[in-house]
Each structure stands twice: as C-alpha cells, then as structure tokens.
C-alpha cells in the first residue's frame, strides 16, 4: 500500500505503548495518535471528503496537528499546511488556490481563517479542544487507509516565487515516503529509543519530514515546542532527554549565547541538525564545544521534500558545506545556458531524484521552467569542491531568508504599493546578527505626499505574517534602475545602523553588486 500514513500505522503496531508526541505534560501514545487520526478520518469521510480533496491545515506544534495531518492522508486527502501567522487575505489566496474542501483550524487563529474563507466554499472545522474531542470520541474510527498511488499528490506546500504569487509545491506520497525513509536512516539514524525536538514549524517541509515523519517511522518520541524560545528549548531538551536537536540557524545561535539553567543535562544529546540558512562556521563550533553534539548542515527546499544534501554522519563533513547529495538524489550545477559547470565554478545548483515534487499545483507554465528534463533548478548558486562537497555561493533569486523563514520582496513590495502615498518600492535583505538577514523596504513617495516610516512599516504589518514586514523603511528621491526602467536591487545598500526603521538617513545607490 502506497500511503506515507503507514508509517504511523507500521509503529503503532510494533511500539503502541510507546509515546509517539509529547507538549510538556500532554502525551499521545502511538495506539492513541493511530486512533485519533482514524477517527478524524473518518469525520471527514462523513462530511463528504473524497480521496484527492485539499484539506488546509492552520495549526501550532501541538498534538493535534499530527492527529489531523495523518487523519487528512489516511482518508485519502492532500493536506495543505499553512502558517499560522499569515492573515485573512493570504490565507483566502490559498484557500481558494487549493480549492480546500475543509480548513482544520486551531482556536487561536480561527478569526482569521473563517474571514478568510467567506466565498471560497472551504468549510472550517475548529478544533477547540473539548469540543473537538468530544467530536472525535463520538467518531467510529475508519477501519481502513485509504489506498493511494505513488504519484498521487499527499501534500501542496505553498511558496511563493520571485514574481511575488504563491505557488503549490505538489509532493507525492512516494517523494515523502521515500525523503523519510532516507532521512531516518541515513541521516538521523533514528530508532524507537531517540527523542526528537520539535522546535522547527510542522507547516514547512523540514519539520514535517526530518522531525514527524522521521521520529513516526522510527517509532521515536517528538517532543514540541509551539514558538521557539531558547530557554524553553533547554528546559525541554534535559526534560526529556533529546538525542537529535533539529533546527535552523536563529536557534543555535539563540542556544549558543543562552544561559544555561541550573544543573542542565543534555548528555544524551547525540546528534544535532541543522538547515533552512547558512550556518555560520562559528556557530557551529561554539554549539559543539557547548553542548557535546555533532552538528551536520544540509539542504533542501519545499519543492525536493525537502532534504537534498547533507553533511552525512560517520564520514568526513566539510564547515560551511551543505554536503553531498542524499541515496536516491543528483545535484550538478548549470550555467545560465544549461551547460554543466567545470569542478570550482559557480553555478545553478540542479536536483533530480526520488524527492523532486510533482510539480507545482495548476501551473505548468511555471513547473516546466522549474524542471527541465527531469532536473529541478533552485535558484541557488553554489560551487563543489574535489571531493564533491557542495556549498552555496549565493540566491540567483531575490529571497530573503529572516529566522529561518523565506520572505519574498515581491510579496512584500505589493502590498508596499497598496499605500496611497508609496510611488515606487524595493525590497532586499540586510545582514543581521540575530535573524540572518533583516526585511529592509526603500521607497519613494509620490509628489506633495508624506509618510513616516512608522506608518510605511505598520501598513504592511497589518497585511502580512509578522515575519515578513520590513522593520526598516528608508526613504530615498530615486530608485536606480536599469535600461528598461527595471529596479536594479543589487545597487541599492541600506543603512542598517538603525534597526528600529524609525526616520533616519536615506536609502542610497551603491556600487554594483552591493
């Protein structure tokens, strides 16, 4: 049977009386998880859902987003997961993108999700938790999966692209069934005794595939935390005793400078994995003095499941690399022509294999650029060394990567124009200690108009997720601009020395490249 629910079906047999998920004093069991999702199976089923519907899903890390994520995939539907952060107006885009059938919504966000889905035909189930339960414990749980097909789509995993429209990723069954598989024995090399962290957003691919799939098939424990915070991730890892820490860059660093508590034991810390952004060579040492772990850095994207390389354990690993390509996957790297680049050269970096998405949901136009001759191009500029290891040079796209989170200018820049006194507008990223890279928006105002920057930031803030509007605004006369009137980025540089983005000293155009 083709379905990646097996893999919850699979350890729920073989350790039922385990604990598959824990959020501090809360704890499913794997016989309680495999039941809770049959019967959110079949309440689905019930309402109408039919093998191949879209089914949004707007949760926190809590135990209930895997009951409903595996409840979605065993009815036969194809789970749309979605940040809980985004806003009315970005949720409808995808809603209506998607075609839901259903949105399954926490409490927290259901204002926004149910404004969101007025005349889309999406019908929101809240899962307030009394309430829910008690819905699902007057469910007769599906006796049987719902039989899926290699290449029948389990899940669309929105990202959007340098035009600025979001677009669904398709990930088959087969891609992510096989991503796990790999993952887990490869990568982590995960048995029933590891306790994962739970730290990184199940919405996205690297913490659904390296953290849930991962520790379900492994028969591990997951152990959540809702919203990052260094000191509750250390409370937690001596807690409970984690043996893998996954994470992105902002976490090891908020890790590396946090102090530890009292009497903190993290000995059973065995392995530690990093991705999302570039891990700082610095950073990664300072972890691996501090806490005792090795740290491997790897890469992958929405569109390969993610994990494409990685810095593999038990062989010789480069800092700075993000590794050699996973079993079952290819990398090279092109040129602009599509020719292969010689060895020390940069080029596109290339993905074929077993993850490589279906495609991109609805849009062939945009997959058959995306993939050509059965090669997925990223965007990412990057270079290989002698022995094969391959580190990134640069985005050949405009994307902001800010905590771990990719923020994309145009997005950004639209809802920029949207302000009555914005005549022109640019989005890039600015270096930051803390998140990587910080949102900076330059704009200039349209004659006898007037605007601070306080109100250009809070205008944006209202629209967009809160990781995404630009804590600095500066203002300048012109934006520079090429031959055909386009908006040249690489000559903008950005004045940093105030954070805040309150008034201050005036975007300017710098040398090329800048």
Avoid at 152 to 172: M, R, V
Avoid at 329 to 356: C, F, H, T, W
Avoid at 358 to 380: C, I, L, M, Q, S
Avoid at 441 to 460: C, K, Q, S, Y
Wanted: with cysteine; proline share 6%.
């Amino acid at each position: 049977m083709t379905n990646l629910v097996t893999f919850l079906v699979d350890s729920a047999a073989a350790y039922g009386d385990r604990v598959a998920v824990r959020h501090d004093d809360t704890t499913l069991t794997y016989a309680e998880l495999d039941d809770a999702s049959a019967r959110v199976a079949a309440l689905l089923r019930a309402r109408g859902l039919e093998p191949g519907d879209r089914v949004a899903l707007t949760m926190p890390n809590v135990p209930l987003f895997p009951v409903a994520y595996y409840g979605v995939l065993r009815a036969g539907g194809v789970v749309v997961p979605m940040n809980p952060l985004l806003k009315a107006r970005e949720v409808a885009f995808t809603l209506r993108d998607c075609g839901a059938r259903f949105a399954l919504v926490h409490p927290l966000f259901e204002d926004e999700v149910a404004e969101a889905a007025t005349g889309t035909g999406t019908e929101c189930l809240v899962t307030e938790p009394t309430a829910f339960h008690a819905l699902l414990s007057g469910t007769e749980p599906m006796p049987r999966i719902v039989e899926r097909a290699d290449q029948d789509t389990a899940l669309i995993l929105y990202t959007s692209g340098t035009t600025g429209t979001p677009k669904g990723a398709e990930l088959t069954h087969r891609n992510l069934i096989r991503n796990t598989a790999t993952t887990r024995e490869t990568l982590l090399q995960a048995g029933p005794d590891d306790v994962l962290f739970g730290g990184l957003p199940l919405f996205h691919a690297f913490g659904q595939t390296c953290a849930l799939n991962t520790a379900v098939a492994a028969g591990a424990t997951l152990t959540l935390l809702p919203r990052f915070d260094p000191l509750r991730a250390l409370e937690i890892m001596a807690r409970d005793g984690v043996t893998v820490f996954l994470g992105v860059p902002t976490m090891y660093a908020a890790l590396l400078h946090a102090e530890l508590p009292e009497g903190f034991d993290a000995s059973r810390l065995r392995l530690a994995v990093s991705g999302g952004a570039a891990l700082p060579v610095e950073v990664l040492h300072g972890f691996e003095r501090r806490f005792g772990a090795v740290v491997l850095e790897g890469y992958g994207l929405s569109e390969t499941s993610p994990v494409a390389a990685f810095n593999h354990p038990g062989r010789p690993r480069r800092a700075g690399s993000i590794g050699t390509p996973l079993r079952g996957v290819e990398m090279r790297l092109l040129s602009d022509d599509g020719r292969e680049v010689a060895q020390g050269g940069v080029g596109e970096i290339a993905i074929r294999g077993e993850n490589v998405m279906k495609g991109y949901w609805r849009r062939p136009e945009a997959t058959a650029d995306a993939v050509r001759d059965g090669w997925f191009r990223t965007g990412d500029l990057a270079r290989v060394d002698e022995d094969g290891f391959f580190f990134i040079v640069d985005r050949k796209k405009d994307m902001i990567i800010r905590g771990g989170y990719n923020v994309y200018p145009r997005e950004v820049e639209e809802v920029l124009y949207e302000h009555p006194a914005v005549a022109e507008a640019a989005v890039v990223g600015v270096a930051h200690a803390t998140h990587g890279e910080e949102i900076a928006a330059v704009v200039t105002l349209r004659p006898g108009a007037r605007a601070t920057a306080e109100e250009i930031r809070d205008h944006v803030k209202e629209r967009v997720a809160a990781y995404k509007y630009p804590r600095i605004v500066r203002f300048t006369t012109e934006l520079p601009k090429g031959p055909t009137g386009k908006i040249l980025k690489r000559e903008i540089s950005v004045d940093s020395a105030d954070p805040s983005g309150t008034a201050g000293p005036a975007a300017r155009p710098g040398p090329a490249g800048a």
